[in-house]
């Protein structure tokens, strides 16, 4: 079973300050983690994606996580916070485990980031 | 890039009514995915297909069922509409193949039965 927590459905920072966003998963195979974001009265947007190549992966507007096995985690980051940064945040889990089904992403429930001038 | 286009932003229906969201891609994706979005709940999964004329339960499909007649579209119905399914719809679609490939989605349908 696959699973993701995202500790904190809402986070506050400054513009400027750094952003962290934390992501644990649970799976019982090798996860392939993704990030997405959702501006208000959007679809999904793929911030990054990690599929084991490199256990830094950078992602789009500056964002990027880091996967930690031993912690079980995948926590994105942004070293200075935007006005435009606002948005919804979803952590993803899913696997290529023949044996599973291929494809299905596992949701967080969702970390809504709020930058204040 | 891709797109994936729900045919409506926003609808409004009364309970009992049969209720159809359309979804269409445009990058002969063979997955497609339909979810519901609730505050605080995330997002859960209706039902998907892999390819034409399959279909898979998701973990909420009670009160839907799905239709996939072509590759490009993937339609989601609720057979009797009742309160309870007023939520923001999400479709996504996914090339299974060439590594591990993200889902796409489209805007969103925001339904509310009245």
């Known amino acids: 079973a696959q699973s993701v927590t995202q500790l904190g459905s809402h986070v506050s920072v400054s513009e400027g300050a750094l952003v962290l966003l934390r992501c644990n998963y649970s799976?019982?195979?090798?996860?392939?983690l993704f990030w997405y974001v959702q501006y208000p009265n959007q679809g999904l947007q793929l911030l990054l994606k990690?599929?084991?190549?490199?256990?830094l992966v950078k992602g789009i507007n500056g964002f990027e996580a880091e996967f930690k096995k031993s912690e079980t985690s995948f926590h994105l980051t942004k070293p200075s916070a935007h006005m435009s940064d606002a948005a919804e945040y979803f952590c993803a889990v899913t696997s290529a485990d023949r044996g599973s089904t291929l494809g299905r992403l596992y949701f967080g429930r969702g970390t809504q980031l709020t930058v204040w001038p | 890039d891709v797109k994936v286009t729900q045919s409506s932003r926003y609808l409004v229906k009364r309970t009992g009514e049969k209720v159809f969201l359309e979804c269409v891609q445009d990058?002969?994706?063979?997955?497609m995915f339909w979810y519901r979005q609730d505050p605080g709940l995330g997002l859960r999964l209706i039902y998907f297909s892999y390819d034409v004329k399959m279909k898979e339960k998701g973990d909420i499909p009670e009160g839907y069922s799905v239709s996939r007649e072509k590759k490009e579209r993937f339609s989601l119905i609720l057979e009797s509409a009742s309160t309870n399914q007023t939520s923001m719809y999400l479709c996504?679609?996914?090339?299974?193949?060439?590594?591990?490939?993200?889902?796409?989605f489209g805007d969103g349908t925001r339904l509310s039965i009245l």
């Open positions: 990058m002969d994706h063979e997955n």
């Open positions: 799976s019982s195979v090798p996860p392939y």
């Open positions: 996504a679609s996914r090339r299974p193949t060439g590594g591990i490939q993200p889902q796409h």
């Open positions: 990690y599929t084991s190549a490199a256990t």
